[in-house]
């Protein structure tokens, strides 16, 4: 069960789970559990990770179409 579309979100804009790492300054496991779905970050790391990539949060949580169909 996919909890986020950060993989997505990355894929989408060419970015590399390593840079996002850096740039966040948490260690790549970490980051790799986000964007396999393994853990969830809290809203404030949502939020971080939503800025870093220039995205609206919601983006993160599920896709345009989702969000439209409701």
Request: proline residues 1%.
């Amino acid at each position: 069960m996919k909890l986020n579309r950060i993989k997505a979100v990355l894929e989408e804009k060419g970015i590399s789970q390593t840079w996002l790492s850096k740039k966040m300054g948490k260690s790549f496991s970490t980051v790799n559990a986000y964007v396999c779905n393994r853990t969830q970050p809290n809203l404030t790391t949502l939020l971080e990770i939503a800025q870093i990539l220039s995205v609206d949060m919601k983006e993160l949580i599920s896709d345009e179409k989702e969000r439209s169909a409701k």
